[in-house]
């Protein structure tokens, strides 16, 4: 269970968002949540359950769904992380091909060697299937939380993720918690308000409510046209169930970018950290002003070969690389023979 130490909130870590902005007349949302379950308890498999939506808002203020889509992907968490069986609706043909892989490191590759097409389809399929190893990744935590989770000196310590993110600095904050108490700063957030919005019942997707000791990873992605450019107006959040069932804030980000529209290349990106695990955490946020000038097309492969190390966040990272997807969900949008403008 964790100490007082590892509640406290770190400085410079802002709150968390509250409510969602409302839709603007020639908009399209983009919504995602990737539910992280172990339905037959700790021992038992990882359950990830993804749903998504992209909803355009015409220029009266009509709603029109553009794509839907759902995802299920279980895992052998406990044995070598092997997925178990994957499913998709719309359906995609080859993904058959990732059962037996393993669901961590290199998952990515083989979901573009399965299927080579569904990543340049910018499709919600594509984003819910590609965030199975970070939810992977995070479900860890509740692990740790539940106090199953330990590390066991040095060599437990020789396979942690040292060097890889901003948190996970030698010398930091991370370093020093394991060194104290065994286990790394799990990042006991605040209570998470709710990213709804009261008045706009479509303002996200339908998501179900989640037991204790569960996690759920959310992202809302909002474009509009202005001016020759895309305005993208970015939330994610991973939180936790209690066991008392309050939802806890574990990691979050705002990241706003431009696009240019005739080019698809990104003209700025701003990253805005919300409430993070470690101290240092939040000093990755500067590593989004990198991507200005990277086309679309290539924004998944530079932040996968250049966004290393400690100045950048995994999970930063998984928020610029659905940035890729924004011009095929405005062409999606467009697509649809709806009045924008």
């Known amino acids: 269970m ?21 839709r603007g007349p020639g908009s399209v949302r983009r919504t995602t949540s990737v539910d992280i379950e172990r339905p037959a308890g700790p021992s038992g498999d990882l359950v990830l359950t993804g749903r998504g939506r992209d909803l355009l808002t015409t220029a009266d203020g009509t709603s029109v769904a553009v794509a839907q889509a759902h995802t ?12 178990r069986s994957v499913h998709a609706d719309p359906p995609v043909d080859g993904i058959d091909a990732l059962i037996g892989a ?32 970070p939810a992977v990744l995070i479900s860890g935590s509740s692990l740790a ?6 590390l ?4 437990g310590r020789a396979r942690l993720p040292f060097g890889i993110c901003a948190g996970w600095q030698h010398g930091g904050a991370m370093e020093e ?14 209570p998470a308000p709710d990213l709804g919005d009261g008045s706009d019942p479509d303002a996200w997707h339908d998501m179900p409510a989640l037991a204790p000791a569960s996690m759920r990873r959310r992202r809302r992605l909002d474009v509009a046209a202005v001016d020759g450019r895309l305005v993208v107006d970015v939330r994610y959040r991973d939180s936790y169930w209690e066991r008392d069932g309050a939802e806890t804030v574990v990691h979050e980000y705002a990241v706003e970018a431009a696009v240019d529209l005739a080019e698809r290349r990104l003209v700025g990106a701003v990253a805005h950290p919300g409430p993070l695990p470690a101290p240092e955490c939040p000093t990755a946020a500067a590593s989004a002003a990198d991507l200005a000038g990277v086309g679309l097309d290539e924004l998944r492969d530079v932040v996968r070969e250049r966004f290393v190390g400690v100045s950048t966040c995994t999970h930063l990272n998984d928020v610029l690389r659905s940035l890729a997807d924004v011009g095929a969900l405005w062409d999606a949008a467009e697509a649809t023979g709806a009045v924008l403008s």
């Open 2 to 22: 964790p100490s007082e130490r590892d509640r406290r909130q770190w400085p410079g870590t802002l709150p968390p968002a509250a409510g969602s902005p409302r």
């Open 72 to 83: 299920s992907v279980v895992i052998d968490f406990v044995g070598d992380r092997r997925i």
């Open 102 to 133: 393993r669901a961590g490191s290199g998952f990515r590759r083989q979901l573009a060697e399965a299927v080579p097409e569904l990543a340049s389809t910018g499709s919600l399929v594509h984003l819910l299937l590609d965030d199975t190893t």
């Open 145 to 150: 939380r539940e106090g199953l989770l330990t």
């Open 152 to 155: 066991v000196a040095d060599r």
């Open 177 to 190: 918690a394991i060194a104290e108490t065994g286990v790394p700063l799990l990042g006991w957030g605040p």
